[in-house]
């Protein structure tokens, strides 16, 4: 009746690691999609800024390089 019972308690020390390893992963998981979406926040303003930046720029070149033989 030992091995039946020792057998049983290393399971359930298994599965409670592998509970522990599992709640660590969703932690883990749920701090890289905040810096993922934050990170896209600041590529989108980037992107924005760049534009405002261009404007002028394309403004003043009248579309030079756009003429079609």
């Known amino acids: 009746m030992l091995w039946p019972m020792l057998a049983v308690a290393l399971a359930f020390c298994g599965i409670a690691v592998l509970a522990?390893?599992?709640?660590?992963v969703h932690t883990e998981v749920r701090r890289l999609?905040?810096?993922?979406?934050?990170t896209s926040l600041r590529i989108e303003r980037a992107?924005?800024?760049l534009e405002?930046?261009?404007?002028?720029?394309?403004?003043?070149?009248?579309?030079?390089?756009?003429?079609q033989h």
């Not at 522990?20 to 660590?24: D, G, I, L, S, Y």
């Not at 999609?33 to 934050?38: K, L, M, S, T």
């Open 20 to 24: 522990v390893f599992a709640v660590r």
């Open 52 to 67: 405002r930046a261009a404007s002028p720029l394309a403004a003043r070149a009248g579309g030079a390089g756009t003429e």
């Open 33 to 38: 999609a905040r810096q993922v979406a934050e």
């Open 47 to 49: 992107v924005e800024d």
